[in-house]
């Protein structure tokens, strides 16, 4: 249309920022997917209905403003965008646990707070005051919706407290952002992870064990053996996670260090 052609020099951001942009910005636009997804296990009639009708319109909004915004302070290539959209959501997204509403409440109770997270960091490593406090915001809303259903499943452990166990366990053990079927999401996610924008640190601190001890899991009584075997599972698993993680940043920070020696 006459204009001038994208480079990456149009904006001061540094790279991880524009793959963590766009990272975060793909994960929003498989809207369409996503209301389907909540709208077909959770329905669409009185407060269900308002929520799922709520939470879309939201979602919706972080979506347009995100794009709107890296698009007119051109920091990213619009032409590789659109085709990163139409690949990604080409391919559509389906819950892990399309039709277990723990496990799907435990899921999302986590995903928010991520998604929270990757947002806050992402703000701050753009050096774009304006895009710092835009995806704030929006890191605000996330929080919100986290908070909605954390609570749910936390009434859920009062009353299934065996169950509810369980779908925790499965759910921490085998997270996955909804965003990792964007192209080249382990590539972009490790580049994410070795600046500090999202990692295996953050996701145990930050995402994790909060919502855990919110719902108290490690002190829940009313377990039968069942229940107990899941939750000296998660202690199990978590335990781990937290190694994984320490020798994540070490290795991380030893490598910042040799390539800082060599100037």
Do not use: C
């Amino acid at each position: 249309m006459g204009g001038d052609p994208w480079s990456p020099d149009d904006a001061d951001i540094p790279e991880v920022a524009r793959t963590a942009l766009i990272v975060n910005l793909l994960t929003e636009d498989n809207l369409p997917s996503y209301h389907h997804e909540i709208a077909v296990l959770f329905g669409r009639d009185n407060a269900w209905g308002e929520w799922v009708h709520r939470w879309t319109a939201e979602e919706g909004r972080h979506g347009i403003a995100m794009r709107d915004y890296m698009l007119v302070k051109r920091m990213v290539d619009p032409v590789e965008l659109e085709r990163f959209r139409m690949t990604h959501m080409s391919e559509g997204y389906q819950a892990q646990h399309p039709d277990d509403a723990l496990r799907s409440l435990a899921y999302v109770s986590f995903q928010e707070l991520a998604t929270r997270v990757s947002h806050r960091n992402t703000g701050r490593f753009t050096n774009d005051p304006m895009a710092d406090r835009l995806l704030a915001r929006i890191a605000a809303d996330e929080n919100l919706h986290m908070i909605f259903y954390r609570n749910l499943l936390k009434a859920a452990l009062e009353i299934a407290p065996d169950q509810a166990m369980a779908a925790i366990l499965e759910v921490v053990k085998t997270f996955e952002m909804p965003g990792a079927g964007i192209p080249g999401f382990q590539r972009k996610a490790i580049a994410m992870a070795v600046e500090g924008i999202y990692d295996q640190r953050q996701h145990h601190d930050d995402v994790v064990m909060p919502v855990l001890r919110f719902w108290n899991v490690f002190e829940v009584e009313g377990l039968s053996g069942e229940g107990e075997k899941a939750r000296v599972e998660l202690s199990e698993f978590m335990s781990d996670l937290d190694d994984s993680a320490t020798r994540f940043t070490e290795k991380r920070d030893k490598l910042k260090a040799r390539l800082a020696s060599r100037g």
